[in-house]
């Protein structure tokens, strides 16, 4: 780095995403400057982004998801979901593993609320599980199901933690894939008949719920890939009808869930747009990347957001083209009162003369990573994501409703366990989420995945990615040290 550097251009460059993503080399900046620097120079100078401070009231919290963590999936009338018999099937995960104890949190909640009111989290992003309630998907309600979730909501509260609440992460009754699972358009309508019952229960003590969890990786990992349940392989006929349900359920439930709750509850979902990042920041890529947050997400966040498929997802898709009518899109677009965004890694755009104004950039090989092999490292995607997703569709409130990394961690000779790799990653995409609210986005959220090293879908429990360490056979918490790092992040409302 240039030592004779100015102090303007040392400005801009704080200010700009390149060094906000890099605060190892901004540090460095920052000591070429001092030493440039006249002794009477206003240090203001350095406030803003360098200071990497959130709003105040900014929503510091953690996520998980029922299969992952609950456990207990023969306990209290609980029904068998996709997630049962797919791990239960020999070689669908990593060792066989499956989601039937994991992290005990159906019993051992009250311990990991004590956990998250040591890190003073404001609120708990979970999951309920659809068989628990329905243990068949439809029919007749399971109050010990019920209870559950209220006993859950009931400590949260008392815990001062704000509930979060997701009607969908993936686990759909088995008896309803056995009648066709989300191809099968009258599972949508048994999801918003789940969704409104269950939120209409829980509405007096919940304010915020989400429809679903991550429309494009149950849709391709569940149904293209095979990788994930229930393990199948589509056509892209029949991929393209079962999306379409999928965005339609998301639709109806959102209806049903206003219908059964007093208003003030909000209403949104917890998507994962590819997050499309220009491979350099200007003009033509920005808008090449804009083009193509639209285009990519046009099965999804689009359509939800739009009302609409665009035209080049329909004519790419030709005769494959989902078959829907007016009434469906209008449902599908129903208002929501927030969006969450999900977001791990970065997708590169640059700005191409086709037909769509930009190409995708493969990554190179070399291309880092974190433990997760599809976990590539672009902390832009936290400033990107939301920033494009607001630019094109105003949306007024925006949550980031999932992030964080794997980690191979290790337990050290003195008891801890020290993931830099994870604080480094954390506090990376971090600040450029703080870059992307001091630009004016309206992010009021952000939830760390995950509090606990949890049942990681087919990767079983290889892929660790919570911020407290889980003893599975002895069911012993250990916080990380990006526990620590979080707790002082939310402490001091910025990135540390
Ligand atoms: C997301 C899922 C979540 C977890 C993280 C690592 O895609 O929503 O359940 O598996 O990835």
């Known amino acids: 780095m240039n030592a004779n ?4 251009t040392l400005a801009k460059l704080l200010s700009a995403s390149a060094t906000a993503s890099l605060p190892a080399l901004a540090r460095s900046q920052q000591r070429a400057v001092d030493s440039s ?66 992290d005990d949190f159906y019993h051992l909640y009250p311990k990991d609320i004590a956990l998250m009111q040591e890190l003073d ?50 686990d759909l009754p088995q008896p309803l894939q056995d ?27 919940v304010h915020q719920f989400m429809t679903v ?10 149904n293209l890939t095979g990788k994930h349940a229930p393990g199948f392989h589509l056509d892209p006929k029949r991929l393209a009808q079962l999306a379409h349900y ?62 609409r498929y665009t035209d080049l997802y329909l004519k790419k898709l030709g005769a494959d083209a989902p078959k829907f009518t007016p009434e469906d899109l209008e449902i599908i677009s129903s208002p929501l009162d927030f969006v969450g965004i999900n977001i791990y890694q970065p997708t590169y755009v640059r700005a191409d003369q086709n037909e769509a104004g930009y190409s995708i950039v493969p990554m190179p090989d070399s291309y880092p990573h974190m433990l997760s092999p599809w976990l590539s490292i672009g902390p832009e995607a936290l400033y990107w994501g939301p920033k494009l997703a607001h630019d094109l569709w105003n949306i007024k409130d925006i949550y980031i409703t999932e992030n964080g990394t794997s980690s191979s961690d290790q337990i050290a000779p ?23 609210i001091a630009d004016g986005c309206p992010i009021r959220g952000y939830f760390l995945w995950s509090l606990l090293d949890n049942f990681e879908w087919s990767e079983g429990y290889r892929g660790r990615f919570g911020i407290t360490y889980v003893d599975l056979k002895a069911e012993k918490r250990t916080p990380k040290l990006s526990a620590h790092f979080y707790k002082h992040v939310i402490a001091a409302n910025r990135v540390v």
Request: proline share 5%.
């Open 5 to 8: 550097i100015s102090r303007r």
């Open 37 to 102: 620097m006249p002794h009477n120079a206003a240090p203001e100078d350095f406030t803003g982004s360098a200071a990497r401070t959130f709003p105040q009231g900014f929503v510091w919290g953690s996520a998980t998801a029922a299969y992952q963590v609950e456990g207990a999936v023969r306990e209290d009338g609980r029904g068998l979901s996709i997630w049962d018999t797919f791990s239960h099937t020999p070689g669908k995960t990593f060792e066989g593993a499956t989601g039937d104890v994991s």
């Open 121 to 170: 989290l404001k609120a708990f992003r979970f999951s309920v599980s659809w068989t628990r309630i329905f243990p068949t998907g439809t029919g007749q309600p399971n109050q010990k199901g019920i209870d559950f979730y209220n006993r859950l909501v009931d400590a949260l509260l008392a815990a001062g933690i704000q509930p979060f609440c997701t009607l969908y992460h993936w």
């Open 179 to 205: 009648r066709g699972g989300w191809e099968n358009r009258d599972t949508a309508k048994a999801f918003a008949d789940y969704a409104g019952f269950t939120a209409g229960k829980l509405a007096d003590r």
């Open 213 to 222: 969890n991550e429309m494009l990786t149950y849709v391709e990992q569940g």
């Open 246 to 307: 999928v965005v339609l359920g998301h639709g109806m439930a959102v209806q049903a869930i206003r219908a059964s709750t007093p208003p003030g509850t909000r209403v949104g979902l917890a998507d994962n747009p590819i997050p499309t990042c220009p491979v350099i920041e200007i003009p033509e890529h920005i808008e090449a990347a804009r083009k193509a947050m639209r285009e990519e997400n046009a099965r999804f966040l689009t359509v939800v957001e739009e009302g």
């Open 414 to 436: 003195d008891g801890h366990i020290y993931d830099v790799d994870r604080v480094m990653f954390l506090r990376n995409y971090l600040s450029q989420l703080q870059r992307a």
